[in-house]
Structures are given as structure tokens and as C-alpha cells.
């Protein structure tokens, strides 16, 4: 009878356990992912910046599991493409920051969506920087909850006109507001926010924050502490900005553990490349650095030496054993943060799609010290100049955990050489031979991707559509992108890709400052839109503030050019167009 009853107990304890252990692994974990903008690995106070004070990273940092060899893209928008995709920039379509390259073919499926299919509710609070119309937003790919503002950082030409990181005018869920505060304020706010609010259901949560982008503005309160420890003012105002994220960042932990979900959320901390006022470099990377702290690496933001590319990566899950404080040296890349995310919350990868990233679960549970992995090939397409599209072998970077291949001839040794101060090619043929072959697989497999993603007209999610200069399609160099650029009037020109949704009457309304500028027309006696094989020229009434042409459309993909002549006969582009399907 006693062995029945004992017998029966532990089958009971058994039940039990099994249930909350069930119970457990039902409970899925939440997502916060911090990504800063510019900041390099060296802008932090736990990576041995002598002058910057970063207490609520430091502290952070001992707590989390560190990833000490992670890369990214040199520029924003292709690191935050392949982090939302788990795909190569340039097979995701978003591989430049402007010039029409910065925005994801439709087909693609970020992590907004992959958390949104599978039942978590989804946030997106800062800089997207993937496309700024429909269906290229943030809503349209998945996350249901948004605050952002357009373009790549705030103030740039297709942001709200008059925003200069005080009390700005951003887009919540397609509705301008206007919000109270600093910038990176307003987008922890608002974070913290959507936590509150969907505190009882598994969540996901990405804040790309804008700064410490340019322009280099924060409250004084934040600056004042580093005038006089730094040589430069700039540098005291970018460390401000670094304070202020580091702030906010203690106060969403400091939410995190009152709402009892400390334990159960995946928190990431990382930065989308390299530093941009923290470390000087002429040219990017030229030798010797000539100020600032950059961890002891070579080049800054926009180049292809570690100093662009290798960024901090912090990841603390309690519940998930991630926690405690300890450094992995494996080599890892921004693709692999999609099947990683995917595989700690029991998600099913998509398989409709190469998917360009390896799921660092092994490493990061200590299931294994390294990862098989093929030397990972990675291209900033076009450099900073931008010379010519599909532009092979130049501004390739070729990754091992021991080596790094430059433009396919330049051969860094990391063991011997961490500064990259010496080329080895020469000394090791046989090593560039080998890495070098993994290059051709790589192009010929990513540039299928390199094709115009096609903007909406006629799309009644919105109608009508503003487009502007920063998305003209150039050939090669960087279209005005900025107003600084547009303030001089240059006389150039250059088509955007679109896709007219509906055959019909289109009204376009040609300016050189968006509409809520108010500004005039200047040195412009003509105007001229190309578009599917049509041309309608009008003369220009001085004093106007746009010049409206109408045109009936076909439907289908073209190209959309705009011209405004001066007296001279020279041409350049209407930088805002409006397009209204009437």
C-alpha cells in the first residue's frame, strides 16, 4: 500500500513539475532591441573611454553576454536592413543610404513581421531608414505600434520640415504629432509606453534610436560636464548625446524590473557602425588617427577597417541563462541576429528565402565555443563616394575570426596586427587566394538584389505621395540630401523609380522645399515632368511656391523626372514632388 502511495506521489511530483516546466517554455520571452545610431564601440565607458561616462551601459555590460568580434555594415541604413531582415544588403535592396538604394524590396519580411505572425504584439519607436512612403514604412512591414520620423536622421529633406530635435513633429501609425521633448527622450517614452501597455502579452520592441547621428544636438545639461575635458565642442555635444541614451536607457531597465519583466525579456544593446565624432581619421581610416578614442582600432564610419564595422553587441536574458557577465570571441555579423531572435523564441525561420545569417543560439547558451562558418563576405557597395552601381570587389571586407581581406587585396593578420597597420598579402598569397574565392559565390548571389525598388503612386494607403531628391535614382554620386545641398539650387536632375499603381488623371505639383515650407520658386521661368513616355512643359509664375502639371497615366512601373530651367536654359530637378491620383 505504501509503495502505492508512494508511487502515486511521484507521479503527481512529476505532473507538477512537467507542468510548470511546460508552462515555462509556453511562456514566451519579450524582445527589446536598442540600436544607437554612430555611436562607435569605443563611445562607451566599459570599453576604455578615458572621458565618456556610461554607468547604466557599464553596468550592462557586466551583466550581460558580450559578443566582442560582431560586425556590421559601415552606413545605417544597410546594417539596419540586414538586421531587420537576416539578408545582405545588397540581395534586401537597402544597400546605400540614399540615391533609391535605401529602401527594402517589398517582398522582404522584417523582424516586425516575423513577430507579428507569430503572436507578439510589435513596437517601433526612432529612425527607420528603409523607405518613407507606402508600402516601404515601418506599418508596412509588420510593426503595429510606430513613432518615427522619415529620411536618415531628423532634420533631413524628407523629415517634417522646421524638426531640430526638440519638440518635434513625427509620424504616429501614419498621423503627424507633435511630441514634447528631446528626441531620444521621446522614443524611450514612448517605448516604455508600448511596454506598460502590452506588459500581459509577449512583445517585441525595437528602438533605433537617431542619435548620436548629425546634427550633433543635446541639452546643455548633458554637454556641460565634457567642455572642458575634450578639444573639440562637437565632441563634448556627441558625448552629451551618448549621456543622454545611456540615462534613458537606466530608466527603461529600471521600468523593465518594476513591471516584473526583467527576467523574461531578451534585452539587446548594440550600435549600427562604426563611431563618427568619437575617433578622427583623414579620409575615414588614414593613418595615424588624429584624436579622439576608438578602442585601439583603425577607421570610423564608412570604412571597411574594423573601426567602421566592429560595434559593441550586449544581449542579457535571465530566464534564457543569459546573464552574468561573460565575453564570446566567435566571430558574428548583423545577418545573424534575424535567425537568432527567431531560434531563442521558438520561431520558424521562413523558408521562401535565403537567409543570409546563422542563429547564434550555440554560442550564446554555451552549446558551443565556435560556429562552422564560411569566411563572411560583406561589401559596402559603392563606398562613400558612390563612383558606379554594382561596383565589384572594391569596399569588400572578407571576415575570419583571424584575418580580414580588404577590397580583395589588402590582408590584415587581427592576432598579430588588431590596428591593422600592416598589410600581410604579399607574405600570404595563399591566404588571400583562398579568402578571395569565397567573393564571386558572394556577388553573384547578392546582386540580383541590387535592382530599383519601385515607389508607389496611386497608392490609396497614400495618396497623395511626397517623394523627394534624397530617393532620385543616380547612376553614380549622392543626390541632395540634405538642405544644405538644396540651398544651392543645384542644377541637377535625376529619375525616380516608380510604380503607377492605377491607370488615371495625376497632378504634380513640382517644388524646391516641401510644402510646408511655404518657400517660393527661385531662378525658374519653366517646369517639365517626364513620366511613361509622356513630357508636358508650363511655364513657372514667379512668386509660386509649387508648379502643378497634370498628366493621364497608364498603369505599371517607370520613370518619373522633374525639371525646372532657369533663364539660361539650365535644368535641375523639382527636389519635393507631390502626386496626387485624382
Known amino acids: 500500500m505504501g509503495a502505492v502511495i508512494g508511487k502515486r506521489i511521484g507521479t503527481l511530483l512529476l505532473m507538477v513539475a512537467g507542468g510548470v516546466l511546460g508552462a515555462q517554455a509556453a511562456t514566451k520571452p519579450n524582445v527589446v532591441f536598442v540600436l544607437t545610431d554612430d555611436q562607435g564601440y569605443g563611445d562607451l565607458g566599459c570599453h576604455g573611454n578615458p ?42 535592396g537597402a544597400y546605400r543610404t540614399s540615391a533609391g538604394r535605401s529602401i527594402l524590396h517589398t517582398e522582404e519580411r522584417t523582424l516586425g513581421n516575423l513577430f507579428a505572425d507569430n503572436g507578439y504584439a510589435t513596437g517601433m519607436f ?25 529620411c536618415g536622421g531628423i532634420g533631413q529633406v524628407s523629415d517634417y520640415w522646421g524638426n531640430d530635435y526638440f519638440d518635434d513633429t513625427y509620424e504616429r501609425n501614419g498621423t503627424l504629432e507633435k511630441f514634447e521633448g528631446y528626441c531620444t527622450d521621446v522614443w524611450f517614452r514612448e517605448g516604455m509606453r508600448f511596454i506598460e501597455e502590452h506588459r500581459d502579452e509577449p512583445f517585441f520592441l525595437y528602438l533605433p534610436l537617431n542619435a548620436p547621428h548629425t546634427p550633433i544636438l543635446v541639452g546643455e545639461e548633458w554637454s556641460a560636464p565634457y567642455k572642458d575635458k575634450v578639444d573639440r565642442e562637437i565632441l563634448a555635444d556627441y558625448y552629451g548625446m551618448i549621456v543622454n541614451i545611456d540615462h534613458n536607457f537606466g530608466r527603461l531597465r529600471q521600468k523593465l524590473k518594476a513591471l516584473d519583466l526583467e527576467d523574461n525579456t531578451i534585452l539587446i544593446f548594440m550600435t549600427d557602425n562604426g563611431t563618427y565624432v568619437g575617433a578622427k581619421f583623414a579620409n575615414n581610416d588614414s593613418l595615424p588617427m588624429a584624436g579622439g578614442f576608438n578602442a585601439g582600432m583603425r577607421g570610423r564610419k564608412a570604412s571597411v577597417f574594423d573601426g567602421g564595422h566592429r560595434v559593441p553587441f550586449f544581449i542579457r536574458w535571465p530566464d534564457g541563462g543569459l546573464d552574468g557577465g561573460r565575453d564570446i570571441d566567435a566571430l558574428a555579423v548583423h545577418v545573424d541576429l534575424f535567425p537568432t531572435l527567431a531560434e531563442l523564441c521558438g520561431i520558424e525561420l521562413p523558408n521562401d528565402r535565403i537567409m543570409d545569417g546563422l542563429s547564434l543560439k550555440p554560442l550564446l ?21 558612390f563612383p558606379e552601381d554594382r561596383l565589384k570587389q572594391e569596399f569588400s571586407y572578407i571576415l575570419t575570426e583571424r584575418w580580414r581581406l580588404l577590397h580583395g587585396r589588402e590582408l590584415y593578420d587581427m592576432q598579430a596586427d588588431p590596428q ?35 515607389l508607389d503612386i496611386g497608392n490609396p494607403t497614400e495618396n497623395p505621395v511626397e517623394l523627394c531628391s534624397q530617393d532620385w535614382y543616380m547612376p553614380q554620386g549622392n543626390p541632395p540630401w540634405n538642405f544644405r545641398l538644396i540651398g544651392q539650387l543645384p542644377r541637377v536632375t535625376a529619375p525616380w523609380m516608380v510604380d503607377v499603381k492605377t491607370a488615371g488623371r495625376y497632378r ?13 520658386v527661385e531662378q525658374t521661368v519653366r517646369a517639365k515632368v517626364e513620366i511613361a513616355g509622356l513630357s508636358k512643359e508650363v511655364a513657372v509664375e514667379p512668386g509660386c511656391t509649387g508648379v502643378v502639371i497634370e498628366l493621364d497615366l497608364p498603369a505599371g512601373e517607370t520613370e518619373l ?22
Open 561 to 582: 523626372l522633374t525639371y525646372l530651367y532657369n533663364k539660361q536654359g539650365a535644368a535641375g530637378g523639382a527636389y519635393f514632388t507631390e502626386i496626387e491620383k485624382r
Open 420 to 454: 591593422q597597420l600592416t598589410d600581410v598579402a604579399a607574405e600570404h598569397p595563399e591566404v588571400v587566394a583562398e579568402l578571395w574565392s569565397h567573393y564571386e559565390p558572394y556577388w553573384q548571389s547578392v546582386v540580383q538584389g541590387m535592382t530599383p525598388v519601385r
Open 508 to 520: 504634380f505639383t513640382l517644388r524646391q522645399y516641401p510644402k510646408r515650407a511655404g518657400k517660393a
Open 51 to 92: 572621458i565618456l561616462k556610461t554607468p547604466a551601459l557599464d553596468r550592462f555590460h557586466r551583466e550581460s553576454v558580450r559578443l566582442t568580434d560582431y560586425h556590421v555594415s559601415p552606413l545605417c541604413t544597410p546594417t539596419r536592413g540586414a538586421l531587420m531582415t537576416g539578408r545582405d544588403p545588397g540581395r534586401n
Open 365 to 385: 547558451c554555451g552549446e558551443a565555443d565556435k560556429l562552422e562558418r564560411d569566411p563572411v563576405v560583406l561589401q559596402f557597395h559603392g563606398g562613400a563616394a
Open 126 to 150: 526612432g529612425k527607420w531608414h528603409l523607405g518613407d512612403s507606402a508600402p516601404h514604412r515601418p506599418q508596412d512591414y509588420g510593426f503595429q505600434d510606430v513613432v518615427w520620423h522619415r
